[in-house]
């Protein structure tokens, strides 16, 4: 891949997309900034300046080599929390906004559910690591609006960074016991189409974080074209990025 505008290592880049992520819920002075302004501000807006961070193990494997304690305390956060845990492994901080960086899968939506539903926070940003189906969407949007607690997830965002970065230019999608899915004699042709979109949205990822357009070659027949198709129609559809 290549592109003009972006001289960032991949690496680089998907760090500047977490920053950006865990930026969300913080508000800036509006006088300038800088130290005379922090003395300013209310405490509201000072509250604003920390958050905690909640993620999934799939999206921890994410953030650990991007970004340590010491850099997420920069980007103002206090406290990182795994979401997996069951109902009472995390206290209620009313007080402070929470981030959110999960898969969007079912089990996380009816985690993030009943969190909102205690309150255990003043508002949520919710970060899906890539895209948010529809029927998904719906699925929650059901779960916060019987509990009546949708006013308290502030934004939504596909933050398309479902790879995990070693080097500045390698990556992994990280599937684990991937070569087992992939050589199934009983796998059907249902399974192996979701193995597929899988894989293609772990590399519209690497194309979206990036901002380039690939060359995409491939060999004929079997699942590597399966891939490149899917992968050519998915950056067609959302070219967007």
């Not at 005379?36 to 799939?58: E, N, R, V």
């Not at 969407?137 to 607690?149: D, H, I, R």
């Amino acid at each position: 891949m290549s592109s003009n505008t972006n001289t960032q290592s991949l690496k680089e880049a998907q760090r500047t997309a977490l920053q950006r992520m865990l930026a969300t819920s913080k508000q800036k002075p509006q006088n300038g900034g800088g130290y005379g302004a922090s003395l300013s501000m209310t405490p509201a807006l000072l509250a604003d300046q920390w958050k905690i961070f909640i993620y999934d193990l799939s999206c921890r494997a994410i953030v650990s080599p991007q970004m340590s304690v010491s850099a997420l305390r920069k980007e103002g956060v206090t406290l990182h929390l795994q979401l997996e845990g069951g109902e009472n492994a995390r206290e209620a901080i009313e007080d402070v906004p929470a981030v959110y960086f999960c898969r969007p899968t079912v089990e996380n939506l009816k985690i993030i559910a009943s969190d909102l539903e205690r309150s255990l926070y003043s508002r949520v940003h919710l970060n899906f690591v890539t895209k948010l189906q529809r029927s998904e969407m719906e699925y929650f949007a059901k779960l916060v609006v019987q509990t009546g607690s949708l006013g308290k997830v502030a934004s939504v965002h596909d933050q398309y960074i479902d790879y995990v970065c070693l080097e500045d230019r390698m990556f992994t999608l990280n599937k684990t016991k991937s070569y087992v899915q992939y050589n199934k004699p009983n796998q059907t042709d249902a399974a192996m189409e979701l193995i597929m979109d899988d894989i293609c949205y772990g590399l519209i990822s690497v194309v979206s974080t990036l901002g380039a357009l690939p060359i995409i070659r491939c060999p004929r027949g079997g699942a590597p074209e399966m891939v490149a198709r899917k992968l050519n129609r998915m950056i067609t559809e959302q070219y967007a990025i």
